[in-house]
């Protein structure tokens, strides 16, 4: 069908289409790199700046390569401010952000994909009436929360809140409703436990979702700020955005020097994650966000 | 979780055939067990998430009802309920009111503008192009996934008056850059800009995905009738994407509305509070002590969240057109 309609255009005008194609993809070309290095230049730029020495980075006219790169500014980082700390209670807490999601979302999602129980149509209601809620709305009641807990300036503090959440169980649940139920009957009838059923058919079958649940969850969590900045109220329980944006607005907001090599600190795991696994972001906001 | 092994178990314990995994227990045996396995699976996610997420946003309708102070919290009989009085205060709260305008400049023109570049990266990458596309597409999504704290304080370097790499190079073209930041003019159009800057990438991945969801035959058919590349994208390509473009609309949208790392990092919702956010203001009467004053503030940009999410759907939705 699609061949017959192509052979009704007359060969001209495909030629003529052609050669002003060519042009129109140079200049395509030439747009794409430029607003490409408008949009990836701020980070060369960091990365670059973050090698300089002080003065270097005051410099008038800036330099683009470091003339005299040095690692002093990273040292900074460790003898002036307690980075190790700030990077391992990121890494705890979004480790341990997003394998609990993997496990209550998937475990949730199967529940309310396939199995039946009173009250499942309220549950689902309620995850999708909070799927959009704006985080600071909740700030106050969890911090109240938190509080009486004696959870603040605590890494469970900052885990909690987000060890369940709604995104989580829709992609779970809209994923696993597409794995076929005479799958599972098939397994019920060899009288498998439902434990086994999710843990040995179900799960390995959702590895996709897992995956982007899982990058989607770790990323969210490394980057989160205004929950972090709330609840860790003492530096040792800082994260690394908490730990560089209150550096950046302290009284040393003008040290350069070490803001960037802190913001380089801060960007290049997630850097390194996405672009190791950028097809599964993809992937992930296509299922997700169009069904 | 015992109750999922007592699924295979039949309703009579008599029986003694629980070794046997041949038969199914009887139909109301089931059901129940099935209840308790559901409930077996959601229920850590369930207590989790009425705890720490469904609770609050209704404990915070409520505080918003009150004068809760940061104080109250030793002491929760000093606690008055106040009714609406809150937000009839907020409606005469100047710093509010600034911080509403702010952050409706902020949407009306940023959800817009970051659209519509998205829209045209998203069309040059879709237009036959091969090479490069990989390159291009973790290229532009690369400011999505990194921290807005990290980003703030590099723009805000690249953005200084005198030595920022922004004003070196307009200072090449011959044009002297104003104090980005530290001028009352140019400080909320600059956040909005980088705001555009930061997440077009994610409205290009979704709308490549839209584009790429549009029947090529529509396109030979639409040639034939004569229709000229622009009447190709206004009449087909546009309508055709509607869906997508919702889809971006709200959830740019929703993440505008809430702007706050920005302003915290860049200029503290300076000069004079014309950075100063909704969310940003919700956070300085947290950061006073006013729980209940705060509360309010969070639940009017929650209601406005979800009237924009509403007036998008009304806009874009298809209604007669297929």
């Known amino acids: 069908m ?7 255009v007359p060969r001209p005008a495909v030629a003529r289409l052609r050669s002003r194609d060519r042009i129109a993809k140079a200049v395509l070309y030439v747009l794409l790199f430029g607003g490409l290095l408008v949009v990836v230049g ?20 800036p330099t683009w390569w470091p003339n005299d790169p040095t690692f002093a500014n990273y040292g900074n980082l460790f003898d002036r401010l307690d980075f190790p700390t700030y990077f391992t209670n990121s890494a705890v807490v979004a480790v341990l952000t997003t394998v609990g999601n993997l496990l209550f979302c998937s475990a949730a999602g199967y529940a309310l994909a396939k199995l039946p129980f009173a009250g499942k149509k309220a549950l689902f209601g309620i995850v999708l009436g909070t799927l959009m809620v704006p985080s600071i ?14 959870l603040v300036n605590t890494l469970a503090g900052l885990i909690l809140p987000y060890l369940a959440q709604a995104f989580g169980v829709f992609l779970m649940r809209q994923f696993i409703l597409s794995i076929p139920d005479d799958l599972l009957e098939a397994a019920r009838m060899d009288a498998a436990s439902e434990l086994r ?20 969850t770790f990323l969210a969590s490394w980057n989160n700020f205004l929950w972090p900045l709330v609840a860790a109220t003492g530096e040792e329980t800082y994260t690394l955005p908490v730990a560089l944006a209150l550096y950046a607005i302290g009284q040393n ?20 994650v996405f672009i190791l696994l950028q097809r599964h972001f993809v992937r992930g906001i296509a299922t997700t966000g169009l069904k | 979780m015992p109750e999922v092994r007592d699924r295979t178990v039949p309703s009579d314990p008599a029986a003694g055939s629980a070794v046997e995994p041949g038969p199914r227990p009887p139909a109301r045996a089931r059901r129940t067990t099935g209840w308790l396995t559901g409930w077996g699976f959601a229920l850590p996610f369930a207590v ?10 209704l404990a915070s309708l409520v505080m918003s009802l009150s004068d809760l102070r940061s104080a109250d919290l030793l002491d929760p009989f000093g606690v008055d309920v106040v009714g609406l009085d809150n937000y009839v205060r907020l409606f005469s709260d100047e710093k509010f009111l600034t911080a509403a305008g702010n952050t409706a400049v902020f949407v ?11 829209l045209l990266v998203a069309l040059g990458l879709n237009s036959g192009l091969i090479r490069f596309r990989t390159l291009f597409r973790v290229g532009y999504y690369l400011p999505v996934v990194t921290s807005i704290v990290a980003i703030s304080v590099v723009w805000r370097f690249v953005l200084q008056p005198d030595t920022g790499l922004a004003n070196e190079i307009l200072g090449f073209f011959g044009v002297d850059g104003p104090n980005w930041l530290n001028n009352e003019t140019f400080a909320l159009p600059t956040l909005i800009v980088m705001g555009a800057w930061r997440n077009l990438g994610f409205g290009m991945v979704i709308f490549l995905a839209g584009l790429q969801a549009i029947p090529k035959d529509l396109y030979e058919a639409a040639t034939i009738d004569g229709a000229k590349r622009f009447a190709q994208f206004r009449y087909l390509t546009l309508p055709m994407l509607r869906p997508t473009m919702l889809f971006v609309a709200v959830i740019t949208t929703i993440g505008y509305v809430q702007f706050f790392e920005e302003p915290f990092v860049m200029t ?30 969070g639940y009017v940009l929650f209601v406005v969240v979800v009237l924009l999410s509403i007036a998008w759907f009304k806009l874009l939705r298809n209604d007669v057109d297929d």
């Open chain 1, 197 to 216: 059923i999710f843990w040995q058919i179900v799960l390995p079958l959702c590895r996709p979702a897992l995956a982007t649940l899982g990058i989607l």
């Open chain 1, 137 to 150: 709305v909740t700030m106050v009641p969890l911090f109240v929360l938190t509080s009486n807990l004696g």
């Open chain 1, 42 to 61: 701020p980070f060369l730029w960091m990365l670059l700046s973050s090698f300089k020495p002080e003065g270097e980075i005051r410099a008038d006219p």
């Open chain 1, 253 to 272: 907001r003008t040290e350069y020097d070490i803001l960037l090599a802190g913001a380089v600190v801060v960007v290049l795991p997630v850097l390194i």
């Open chain 2, 268 to 297: 503290q919702g300076g000069p004079l509070d014309s950075t100063l956010s909704m969310a940003y203001a919700t956070y300085n009467q947290f950061g006073f002590g006013n729980y209940g004053y705060a509360s309010a503030m």
């Open chain 1, 2 to 8: 699609t061949d017959t309609t192509t052979r009704t």
């Open chain 2, 48 to 57: 989790l998430f009425l705890v720490f997420t469904a609770g609050p946003v």
């Open chain 2, 108 to 118: 009306v023109v940023g959800v817009p503008l970051t659209m519509a570049l998205s």
